[in-house]
């Protein structure tokens, strides 16, 4: 599976399985939907393309949204995002999403630090994918930070902020911390019942096992 590519949709992927391919390879603990953030920086922070802006900046981005070649392109974006303005930010974010497809960690984090997204959406986005990120360089508590950061960003959208609280959950589970894990899967049971409806996994089992587990420590 690619980092990028996982075979299931967050909610749909046991926890446990998540958990024990990261214990066998790090790369292989992109939890909750890389993908859909992804997505959403890309969809999204079109609406940042400033018509007023660095008008080299706007030049460059538009070759390389055209750019057939993926290294001319990615070379076109990183001129882009030197340049500043909104298009600027626009192609950070599109730095960072190419740079954590190659596995280039810290390389991405560098651009989606410097990414600045005024939509909400967008920004959640730039934050889930920078907790990724992290989660490979398996510095865990910077990847918390950054999906609290995606949820405060989101402002309690029905469908990003479940997707961050069950990184999170399978994060505090590698962690040992179940009472966070259960934690964090209450919150989606009680506050966004339409998601836990929506998706194919039984999230209550996973928070009573995370219960559990608690007790018997």
Request: net charge negative; proline share 3%; with cysteine.
């Amino acid at each position: 599976m690619e980092n990028n590519k996982p075979a299931q949709s967050p909610a749909e992927q046991p926890a446990e399985d998540i958990m024990a391919k990261a214990q066998a390879n790090k790369k292989l603990i992109t939890i909750a939907g890389v993908v859909i953030a992804a997505i959403v920086v890309v969809a999204l922070v079109w609406i940042f393309v400033s018509q007023n802006g660095n008008r080299k900046a706007d030049e460059l981005i538009a070759k390389a949204d055209l750019e057939q070649n993926d290294s001319i392109a990615t070379k076109l974006y990183a001129e882009a995002a030197e340049a500043g303005f909104k298009s600027g930010n626009r192609a950070k974010a599109e730095m960072g999403i190419r740079l954590y497809k190659e596995g280039k960690y810290q390389d991405a984090i560098k651009y989606l630090d410097d990414a600045s997204l005024g939509d909400e959406i967008a920004a959640a986005g730039v934050e889930a994918l920078k907790g990724d990120c992290y989660v490979n360089l398996d510095q865990y508590d910077k990847a918390l930070g950054c999906y609290d950061d995606a949820i405060s960003a989101a402002d309690k959208n029905p469908q990003i902020v479940p997707l961050m609280l069950i990184k999170k959950a399978n994060i505090y589970r590698a962690q040992g911390n179940f009472a966070a894990e259960a934690k964090a899967y209450k919150e989606i049971i009680d506050e966004y019942p339409s998601y836990v409806q929506s998706t194919q996994t039984d999230l209550r089992k996973y928070y009573e096992r995370a219960q559990a587990a608690a007790a018997q420590k």
